[in-house]
């Protein structure tokens, strides 16, 4: 199984009186979304399923995510990723069908972050003390996990397959 973190793209402020719920992008975030959609898609990191809060910031940042991708997958707007926390991210994994085999999750910090170490046991030591700083917006921690089934995910059961960030991206000249 494979599992897909992404943090929102970079939003604007909140404006005074303005929900933090309804935050959109800024031009920033809404190039960065682009760019790890064409990550995904040149890497053939297409997933058979996607999550995302439902926080005005994460849609957006799905929006610029799927317009790169050569198909749509299965997508659920999902309120529990809206603030969750590591305990709470988890179960809302746990209840993935089985069928799907990759799954994008598009959540907030601290959530993503902590979910992100929690699951992690294994894999390139430079990628996990770079993610262990910081999952920064638009930061993409992929997780691999010899498991089968979503339902038995549990803590250091993974593997950080790479860790992306947008600026990771442009200094290496990389899509």
């Known amino acids: 199984m494979r599992l897909m973190l992404l943090r929102h793209a970079k939003a604007e402020k909140a404006e005074p009186g303005e929900r933090d ?3 959109a992008l800024n031009a920033r975030g809404h190039k960065d979304a682009a760019r790890m ?4 898609a040149k890497h053939a990191l297409v997933p058979d399923g996607v999550l ?3 926080a005005r910031r994460t849609r957006e940042t799905w929006d610029g995510v799927a317009e790169a991708l050569p198909s749509e997958p299965a997508v659920r707007f999902e309120e529990r990723l809206y603030n969750g926390t590591s305990d709470g991210i ?3 994994l746990r209840e993935t069908r089985p069928a799907q085999k990759s799954l994008l999750v598009i959540g907030h910090n601290p959530g993503m972050h902590d979910i992100a170490t929690l699951l992690i046991a ?5 990628a996990r003390e770079r993610l262990n700083e910081g999952l920064p917006t638009a930061g993409l921690a992929i997780i691999d996990f010899a498991s089968g089934s979503w339902a038995k995910l549990h803590p250091q059961g993974g593997r950080l ?5 947008p600026r990771s ?6 899509a």
Do not use: C, K, P
């Open 169 to 174: 991206l442009a200094e290496t000249g990389a």
């Open 37 to 40: 959609g064409a990550y995904l």
């Open 161 to 165: 397959e790479r860790f992306i960030t």
């Open 90 to 92: 988890l179960s809302v």
């Open 122 to 126: 294994s894999g390139d030591v430079e």
């Open 21 to 23: 719920h309804e935050r």
């Open 52 to 54: 995302v809060s439902t």
